[in-house]
């Protein structure tokens, strides 16, 4: 399977600079359920910026309605 990297940036939120997986999306949501988090795409912009991608706070976000 070809990885679509550019159009993936396209709707990438990651804020977090030096990060390889960017675009890379199948790589990027294993890094992250390894460690019981979503990426940064499952969250809004300003929700992003926290850097929490648990997912207590992605619920938080959902039962709050701001998701």
Known sequence: ???NKNKNLEKCKCTY???QKKGICCECL???LKSRE???CCFS???EKTW???FEY???LVSE???
Do not use: D, I
Request: hydrophobic share 20%; net charge neutral.
């Open 52 to 54: 929490n991608r648990s």
């Open 38 to 40: 979503l990426p940064g």
């Open 58 to 60: 992605f619920s938080q």
């Open 1 to 3: 399977m070809e990885c």
């Open 30 to 32: 294993k890094y992250h």
């Open 17 to 19: 600079e030096p990060c």
């Open 45 to 47: 912009q300003e929700a």
């Open 65 to 67: 309605g701001k998701l």
